[in-house]
Nanobody, 119 residues
Framework: QVQLVESGGGLVQAGGSLRLSCAAS????????MAWFRQAPGKEREFVAS????????YYADSVKGRFTISEDNAKNTVYLQMNSLKFEDTAVYYC????????????WGQGTQVTVSS
């Protein structure tokens, strides 16, 4: 059973930085794609960034390009989201997700970690 555990959320001032971590277990992650999503109060969950574990290809939402960086540590089965130049509108619960590279949707989800950016 795949399990994802996020950490690293918190309260930060606008312009600051945070790094989120997602520790994965229970799967063969070389054949997985990993992603971060977020959900702000009253809004739908939205895609933030993704990485292909084996190939390292990355994708970003336009709203975070140039500010956020997704990366992976294969040895630790951990995915990171480095968030710089944070804005008030980045406030949300951030979720880690995983899917097999041949699956159309993300099947596995973490419990989420709160990121609050004060203006």
């Amino acid at each position: 059973q795949v399990q994802l555990v996020e950490s690293g959320g918190g309260l930060v001032q606008a312009g600051g930085s945070l790094r989120l971590s997602c520790a994965a277990s229970g799967g063969i992650f070389s054949s997985y794609a990993m992603a971060w999503f977020r959900q702000a109060p009253g809004k739908e969950r939205e895609f933030v960034a993704s990485v292909s574990w084996s190939g390292g290809s990355t994708y970003y939402a336009d709203s975070v390009k140039g500010r956020f960086t997704i990366s992976e540590d294969n040895a630790k089965n951990t995915v990171y989201l480095q968030m710089n130049s944070l804005k008030f509108e980045d406030t949300a619960v951030y979720y880690c997700a995983a899917r097999s590279v041949i699956a159309p949707t993300y099947r596995y989800w973490g419990q989420g970690t709160q990121v609050t950016v004060s203006s």
